[in-house]
């Protein structure tokens, strides 16, 4: 199973190398890693997929955490979060086929963002599923290349708990 894990991180030259060091050194099956700037320019958010049961995603959380750049780590695989991933997807797209990849595309709110001779190039920012399900309608036209960005995540902000009388079908 994959997990997700969120990371605040100082951001300072060398902490990515540490944290993809410390995956690599103990034979770590990791995904994806994804790293930005946060609102605050000295802290990056770094999310990673890794595969692994849950002792093993235990070990890796602990062992994060005792990393001298590290300000927070959080699992955001069981929790309510928003996950998102960028594609550039170019397909073959000779004669009559460019009209039904339009439509594809359209259906999915994807962007032509080049169309060649025998190519044209899509963008799509979604769920890691709705990218998977994307691809694999394009596929009988033929994937030329796809670049993925890896994964992004951020918990969900709470809501107000419901009343007695929402829950009863009240206003």
């Known amino acids: 199973m994959n997990h997700v894990i969120s990371m605040l991180v100082e951001n300072r030259q060398g902490v990515l190398a540490r944290i993809a060091g410390l995956f690599s050194g103990r ?41 001298v750049d590290v300000i927070k780590v959080l699992d955001l695989t069981a929790q ?33 963002m080049d169309v060649g001779l025998d190519t044209m190039t899509l963008e799509l920012a979604g769920s890691p599923g709705k990218i998977d399900d994307f691809v694999a309608l394009l596929l009988p036209y033929g994937l030329v290349e796809i670049a993925r960005s890896g994964m992004v995540s951020l ?14 079908g009240g206003s």
């Open 27 to 67: 034979g770590y099956n990791l995904e994806s890693i994804t790293v930005g700037v946060t609102q605050d320019p000295s802290v990056s958010r770094l999310t990673l997929v890794c595969g692994g049961d849950d002792p093993v995603v235990e070990q890796i959380k602990k062992q994060l955490n005792r990393l």
């Open 155 to 168: 918990e969900r902000g709470r809501k107000a708990p419901r009343t007695e009388r929402q829950e009863k």
């Open 80 to 112: 309510a979060a928003l996950h998102r991933e960028l594609a550039l997807i170019k397909v073959s797209a000779k004669g009559r086929t460019r009209g039904e990849i339009f439509q594809v595309a359209d259906v999915f709110k994807a962007q032509v």
